[in-house]
């Protein structure tokens, strides 16, 4: 199975401030045939079920704001916040989705500083 | 929209069996696949399973394998997941999502599992 490892695991932020979490995957999830990174990113609320972000590395998902950014390269990823508002703050997932199973980073937990 | 709506809560005995719905609207169902997850209470997600709508095919997590079955109903774009022998392990909230090869997962509001003496 593909390991996914996040880090930090809990990120105190000011609003308005930046915020920066990294995702790194034990195997390159660059698809040879199609181009694309098959590397998603989550967003959790306590009692709610989880959203997508980010999707296929750097897409981001209908109506996320445009605050929100993916990159990476096959092996190492970025979500980043260019200024984080009170309805960021939750738990970030990375999953990878190139191969089955479906596997997830630990998360991280972005606080309120 | 999309929307995955999911039965409702389940408890039960160590042994017994959970089947699980997840009724799919604002797409066509038999365009994607779908994935189910789970999340156990404090933990992060973690993927059991999918099947594609279209053509039936399935994959499971080594884990779950022969303990568990993911089958689609495509006359009223259902999907369902049954769990067999469980254990307190398996207590927590069960996720299906769409899954687009293309654009990630759309989660379902999920359905709590009790599984408890």
């Known amino acids: 199975d593909i390991v996914m490892t996040q880090t930090p695991l809990s990120l105190p932020v000011t609003p308005g401030e930046p915020a920066s979490i990294s995702c790194r995957s034990s195997?390159?999830?660059?698809?040879?045939?199609?181009?694309?990174?098959?590397l998603d990113w989550y967003f959790q609320k306590p009692g709610q079920s989880p959203q997508l972000l980010i999707y296929?590395?750097?897409y981001r998902a209908s109506g996320v704001p445009d605050r929100f950014s993916g990159s990476g390269t096959g092996t190492a990823f970025t979500l980043n916040i260019s200024r984080v508002e009170a309805e960021d703050f939750g738990l970030y997932y990375c999953?990878?989705?190139?191969?089955?199973?479906?596997?997830f980073g630990q998360g991280t937990k972005l606080e309120n500083k | 929209q999309v929307q995955l709506v999911q039965s409702g809560a389940e408890v039960k005995k160590p042994g017994a069996s959970v089947r699980l719905s997840c009724k799919a609207s604002?797409?066509?169902?038999?365009?994607?696949?779908v994935s189910w997850l789970r999340q156990a209470p404090g933990q992060g997600p973690e993927w059991m399973g999918w099947?594609?709508?279209?053509?039936?095919?399935?994959q499971y997590a080594q884990k779950f394998l022969g303990r568990m079955t993911v089958t689609t109903d495509i006359s009223t774009s259902t999907a369902y997941m049954e769990l067999r022998s469980l254990t307190s392990d398996d207590t927590g909230t069960y996720f299906c999502?769409?899954?687009?090869?293309?654009?990630?997962?759309?989660w379902g509001q999920g359905t709590p599992v009790i599984v408890s003496s």
């Open positions: 999502a769409r899954d687009s090869g293309a654009t990630g997962l759309t």
């Open positions: 604002g797409y066509i169902f038999i365009t994607y696949g």
């Open positions: 099947i594609s709508a279209y053509s039936g095919d399935r």
């Open positions: 195997e390159s999830l660059l698809h040879t045939d199609d181009g694309d990174t098959y």
């Open positions: 296929t590395l750097s």
């Open positions: 999953m990878q989705r190139i191969d089955f199973p479906y596997t």
